[in-house]
């Protein structure tokens, strides 16, 4: 004990009774201030957080459509198309089908200018006849059924319609023209041919033309 009642044991520098530890984070104003702790704006703000289009694959990643082919060579109606080769084997098969019926024709008729352009009719409409009777009904012809193929509607419906069939194979209504009939029908054929080869669907013009029909294997 001091004079004037001052007792350092009891009160160290600072007021503390002497032996004893300051309290945690020191004085009062050596205690961790509020605006010292992490502040709420210091928080991982929300608009840091991983944002909810990025936490998953965006629509727009995504296949709009649903209709891309699972497999390659196959088109979006699930059908692998008939190759050009194929293609081009089942129609030599339908033809050399139909060649039975035209020189039944042929040999009936004399080689007058008007029973030919008359023989040039009947034999446009007896292939029409037969390539939409077929495709109508059976959904193939002779020589695409032995080949393996089909002939589907536009959308990949499995039943294809008379006018659309007519569409496509109205190409060979050029026999009607006299003379020179035979030659435009080769060369309709063959820009058929061009257009199957470059087309990824194997559609030719005149798949095109009927509204978008598509000859698959069966």
Same mark, same amino acid.
């Given at each position: ?10 009160? $160290? ?16 104003? &050596? ?31 995504q296949d709009p459509y649903g209709q891309y082919p699972q497999? $390659? ?5 699930? &059908? ?11 129609r030599v098969i339908d033809a050399i089908i139909l060649m ?61 319609? $008379? ?56």
């Amino acid at each position: 004990m001091t004079s004037g009642g001052y007792d350092p044991n009891q009160y $160290p520098q600072g007021g503390q009774p002497y032996g004893q530890p300051y309290p945690q984070g020191g004085d009062q104003y &050596g205690q961790q201030p509020q605006y010292g702790q992490q502040p709420q704006y210091g928080q991982q703000p929300q608009y840091g957080q991983q944002p909810q289009y990025g936490g998953q694959q965006p629509q727009y990643g995504q296949d709009p459509y649903g209709q891309y082919p699972q497999q $390659p060579g196959f088109n979006n109606y699930g &059908g692998q198309p008939g190759d050009l080769g194929t293609r081009i084997g089942a129609r030599v098969i339908d033809a050399i089908i139909l060649m039975i019926p035209y020189f039944i024709l042929y040999l009936l008729v004399n080689n007058s200018v008007g029973l030919t352009i008359g023989l040039g009719l009947v034999w446009t409409l007896v292939q029409l006849g037969y390539f939409v009777g077929m495709e109508t009904s059976q959904g193939t012809t002779l020589g695409k059924k032995i080949l393996g193929l089909k002939v589907l509607a536009p959308g990949g419906a499995a039943k294809i319609d $008379p006018v659309t069939s007519l569409k496509r194979n109205l190409f060979v209504a050029a026999n009607i023209i006299p003379c020179v009939g035979g030659l435009v029908s080769l060369g309709l054929a063959i820009y058929i041919m061009i257009t199957i080869s470059q087309d990824p669907n194997k559609q030719g013009w005149h798949d095109k033309f009927a509204g978008g029909t598509q000859v698959v294997k069966a």
